[in-house]
């Protein structure tokens, strides 16, 4: 989660002050007695109150707790905001545990399939073999996954990357991000097949 959280703070510095202040606001939501702190109770019922329920493990609560008080403070809060902003709300598909770090996705599913799933793993899942799937995957960890999606998107015609860049300056502005490589990746790895 440390490689999240580090991600998370340069996002959020990297964010205009009105994306700051809905960071903000959504805290405040969550903050429903109003003590400067989210507790498990509070972030439950937030998650469940807007369709987040994926993340209502007590688990992944301990996982944004740093400093383990059993609150979120707005330092702490701002790895989630980050997560449901980005859209990096990825679980193992084999064990369902939340993938922090690097990760391995079956290339068929991300670039070939129109399902909306790529299939993901953890490392745990993916090197033991704890995994049911189809018998021609072949896996790639999510940074081969970006650099082989990036070196598809700059083989095809350009015609396809000026679409694909147009979709991706949507969803930037859409979300507020600046274009990440997970959005670059999976727009231009399913796009351009």
Known sequence: MERIRRVAVAYYENLPEEKKRYARFIFDEM??????QIDLDEYVEYLKKHNNTIFTDPSMFRALDKDGDGSLDFEESITLYYILQSGRALFCDCCHTFLADVYFSCFQCFCLHESPSTYDLCCDC???????????????????LLSK???LALG????????VLEKIGTIADFTGMVVSGAVFASSFGCSIM
């Open 126 to 144: 993916y090197g033991g073999k704890k995994f049911n799937h189809h018998d021609d995957a072949i896996f790639w960890d999510n940074c081969t």
């Open 156 to 163: 095809a015609p350009i015609e396809n990357r000026r679409n």
């Open 31 to 36: 903050d429903e007695n109003r003590d400067g």
């Open 149 to 151: 999606s990036r070196s």
